[in-house]
């Protein structure tokens, strides 16, 4: 699920948002202010990783295939 990080421009409140489409309206929960911006969040997820031979990850996302 999208969840977006915010600042708004009226009290300078940065909050989190779960939004499920592209029209949602979004306002400051500390004030009446609908003056936000969309922060810069990094992107993390939860993945799986195994160590193969010698240290060499496996699974944790990479675009190289195994050798051998």
Same mark, same amino acid.
């Not at 409140?13 to 003056?35: H, N, T, W």
């Not at 799986?48 to 195994?66: D, V, Y």
């Given at each position: 699920?999208?969840? %977006?990080? %915010?600042r708004c421009?009226?009290?300078g409140?940065?909050?989190? +948002?779960l939004v499920l489409?592209?029209?949602a309206s979004i306002e400051?929960?500390?004030c009446p202010g609908a003056a936000v911006e969309k922060q810069f969040s990094a992107f993390s997820? +939860?993945?799986?990783?195994?160590?193969?031979g010698s240290g060499t990850l496996g699974n944790a996302g990479?675009?190289?295939a195994p050798s051998g």
């Amino acid at each position: 699920m999208p969840i %977006y990080e %915010y600042r708004c421009t009226s009290c300078g409140q940065v909050f989190e +948002k779960l939004v499920l489409g592209r029209d949602a309206s979004i306002e400051c929960p500390s004030c009446p202010g609908a003056a936000v911006e969309k922060q810069f969040s990094a992107f993390s997820f +939860k993945g799986e990783r195994k160590i193969i031979g010698s240290g060499t990850l496996g699974n944790a996302g990479s675009s190289c295939a195994p050798s051998g």
